[in-house]
């Protein structure tokens, strides 16, 4: 079987609102704190219709902080599969001092969706906030979308490309994948 070709998407300010908190922000704390981004669901559907499967990557530091639990975040996610066409959810849980495989900036949770469900990597792009998400595609293969936001530390990466929104994000990666372009980092 050929592998598949895939859209990685963080969650946290690319599907859902990320609600700022001092110089950062906070995910969600449940399911009645969820609230889609406008353009999320038909930019995904776009996606879907020209061939792609759909995975979220995402860091959930709060757990090993202790200010979350990981019923809440899995929760979240159970409802985010059930209003959007992603294929599966991939969380890291752990905090940056327990220096696991799997944090963004590390590609791990990336590898590992590879792994289950024979994604194409070369051909992948991950759509992410922070620099941290664009680090993570590069260190995997993949080409790196960056929603510049005020939170996103731009220079601390280097996306290929910068987008205001999730719509503006999709519109690129489909008009490069409609221009025959390879959307591989190593063709670019």
């Known amino acids: 079987m050929n592998p598949q070709r895939v ?23 449940s399911v009645d704190e969820l609230e889609l981004l406008p353009g999320v669901p038909e930019s995904l559907a776009r996606l879907r219709e020209a061939g792609f499967v ?27 599969g059930e209003q959007l066409p992603l294929l599966d959810v991939f969380a890291c849980f752990h905090d940056t001092p327990g220096k696991c495989s799997c944090r963004k900036p590390k590609p791990g949770l990336l590898l590992s969706a590879a792994a289950k469900w024979n994604l194409d990597l070369t051909s992948g792009v991950l759509i992410g906030d922070r620099w941290s ?37 999709v519109d690129w990666i ?11 980092r190593e063709a670019s």
């Open 7 to 29: 859209v990685f998407l963080d969650r946290d300010g690319v599907l859902n609102r990320a609600f700022p908190e001092g110089d950062t922000t906070r995910p969600p704390m």
């Open 54 to 80: 759909l995975v979220v990557v995402t860091n959930q530091p709060d757990v090993a902080r202790g200010k979350q639990t990981r019923e809440a975040v899995e929760a979240i996610n159970t409802r985010l």
């Open 133 to 169: 998400d664009i680090a993570a595609a590069h260190a995997a293969g993949c080409r790196g979308v960056l929603i510049d936001t005020p939170f996103s530390q731009r220079q601390r990466c280097s996306p290929d490309h910068c987008a205001a929104d999730i719509t503006e994000a």
């Open 174 to 184: 489909l008009a490069v994948a409609h221009a025959g372009e390879p959307l591989n």
